[in-house]
């Protein structure tokens, strides 16, 4: 049977529901067992190796009895990352939502400029009823069909749904029934997430014809602020890269380079105007990277903000929702529509999101990673640039330094939680039918995490709890700090679950768009976004526009 040689040995040193074959008690030799220790980096005398035959062999009846259990996607396990660290508080005063108050937005004459408007610049004029959403909604519906094709963004329109809650969302507002600031606001979503009525594919062969009956937490959350759902954008394959199964996003700026993933549609479709902004996801870069390529503003939220309900599960401790968008502000109107607990995901905490446009960002104390910022010899110019920015705003900018212990091994855990997410493919051998069939994608990865034994996983886990700790101590005293995007800050605040805002600050040469990233602390999302505003107010690299083919 495919894979039989390779997976006999998983079974014998892998202590997790692993493998594909069924084989009888007591039939592993020590000659087997010899060989499987290469895989893990142990060896075993010879008495001990022929201890060990029976207790795998019943090791691996437990195994397939464990797989006659059907899981969905969905069932979390029993054990749930926490992200806090010992001694941790957070914020529990509701101070509320103060976004910058808008006197007045001038209709523009142009359709293409209205598709460029922001979200608080669209809501006041919905609100103040020169602006119907029905008219936002068939503008932006017209633009997917007529651009989405070339960028490769859009894995279904929901045109129908979408002209119910437009009609809906005006009839309300002429009875003066407001919901706020997203009442009216058509948006796209990454094609991980359920919705009633639509498939929700994952971007992947497999799954393609998928249908959950069902709207994630997110969606409904929206859909109660009277946000309109336009469109489900397009994911990289199982929530990795730009490739899915009908394409490769493209990058609104360069269409000969994807949009980069795994949110590619989302950020692909908000760069190009097709959405007033779009929902993400990150486990690890799937917001940042895209929102970089792209050119837009993106928000990956504290670990546990925002319920994950109906959300596809690639790695339930370190899976993260946010807001795709053209600023900072318009971020932080999405995050307040979406955060907080819905009973329903056990992850989710329940802290207040507290937002002043107004906070005198000059009373944060920021760090800056040093040693990062110098790593980073191709981003320098961009980057001196930003921190000169920062400088000029009156901001001290205080020298941090990375944690010395090996986080970067611990992407492990993720490719672990990957695999158990996807151990059904794995075992029919239905991820043979992926797009990317290369060493570096996922059915490769996912066979690879059989060979993770337990043991290490769970060490790996043990070790990011002292790299929590050791965040916590770096970050005393610190609200925000800044980092190159994709420096291994990435991946440590990934592990640990700390909040980023990523933004445009500036062009390459030949035109292609790059960022800085603005890290923050647990639940500090409040001050993390109103710093990045800050920023944002000061420049004016997220108002540019890339020349769309039609």
Not at 54 to 81: H, I, W
Not at 334 to 356: E, K, Q, R, S
Request: charged share 25%; hydrophobic share 40%; net charge neutral.
């Amino acid at each position: 049977m495919k894979r039989r040689n390779l997976l006999t040995l998983v079974y014998i040193l892998a202590a997790s529901a692993a493998g594909m074959v069924v084989q009888e008690a007591a039939r592993f030799t020590i000659a087997d067992i010899a060989s499987a220790e290469k895989l893990i980096g142990l060896s075993f005398s010879e008495a001990e190796r022929d201890s060990m035959t029976d207790g795998l062999g019943e090791q691996l009846a437990n195994y397939e009895k464990l797989r006659t259990v059907e899981l969905d996607n969905s069932v979390v396990p029993a054990v749930l990352f926490n992200p806090v660290p010992q001694g941790y508080t957070w914020p529990t005063a509701k101070k509320g939502f103060r976004p910058t108050p808008i006197k007045s937005v001038r209709l523009p004459n142009k359709d293409e400029d209205l598709a460029f408007l922001s979200v608080a610049e669209l809501g006041w004029l919905i609100r103040n009823k020169k602006l119907t959403s029905e008219r936002l909604t068939t503008l932006y519906l017209d633009r997917l069909k007529k651009y989405g094709p070339k960028l490769e963004c859009v894995i279904a329109l929901t045109e129908e749904l979408a002209l119910e809650q437009a009609r809906r969302a005006d009839a309300e507002i002429a009875k003066s029934k407001y919901r706020g600031p997203l009442h009216g606001i058509p948006y796209g979503v990454k094609d991980l997430l359920s919705t009633k009525r639509y498939t929700t594919t994952w971007g992947s062969v497999p799954f393609k014809d998928q249908v959950i009956d069902e709207n994630a937490a997110v969606v409904q959350k929206l859909e109660e602020a009277g946000a309109v759902l336009v469109a489900k954008l397009t994911v990289g394959e199982l929530a990795w890269g730009d490739v899915w199964f009908g394409g490769k996003t493209r990058n609104p700026w360069d269409y000969e380079q994807g949009s980069s993933g795994s949110s590619a549609g989302s950020a692909s479709a908000t760069a190009a105007g097709l959405v007033a902004f779009a929902i993400g996801t990150e486990t690890w870069g799937s917001i940042v990277s895209p929102s970089t390529r792209c050119g837009v503003t993106g928000l990956r939220p504290t670990y546990g903000r925002v319920s994950r309900r109906g959300a596809m599960a690639l790695s339930w401790s370190m899976d993260k929702i946010g807001p795709i968008a053209r600023t900072a502000e318009d971020c932080a109107i999405v995050f307040d529509a979406i955060y907080g607990p819905d009973g329903l995901d056990p992850t989710v905490y329940d802290a207040p999101f507290n937002y002043d446009a107004n906070l005198d960002v000059t009373r944060l104390r920021v760090g800056y990673l040093k040693s990062e910022f110098d790593r980073d010899t191709t981003g320098r110019p961009f980057n001196d640039s930003a921190l000169a920015v920062l400088t000029s705003l009156g901001i001290e900018l205080i020298p941090l330094d990375m944690p010395s212990l090996p986080f970067n091994d611990l992407s492990i855990i993720l490719s672990a939680e990957a695999g158990a997410a996807f151990d059904e493919l794995t075992r029919s051998n239905r991820d043979d039918l992926m797009v990317r069939q290369i060493k570096n994608a996922w059915p490769n990865v996912f066979r690879c995490s059989r060979l993770i034994p337990a043991v290490e996983y769970i060490q790996a886990n043990r070790i990011r709890t002292l790299l929590i700790d050791d965040m916590h101590r770096r970050l005393k005293g610190i609200d925000a700090y800044v980092a190159p995007s994709f420096s291994d800050n990435l991946l440590l605040t990934n592990l640990t679950g700390h909040p980023c805002v990523v933004v445009p600050n500036g062009f390459t040469a030949d035109g292609h768009p790059v960022s800085i990233s603005f890290v923050g602390k647990l639940f500090g999302e409040g001050e993390l976004l109103t710093f990045a505003k800050r920023y944002q107010d000061a420049t004016d690299f997220h108002r540019r526009r890339p020349a769309l083919k039609e």
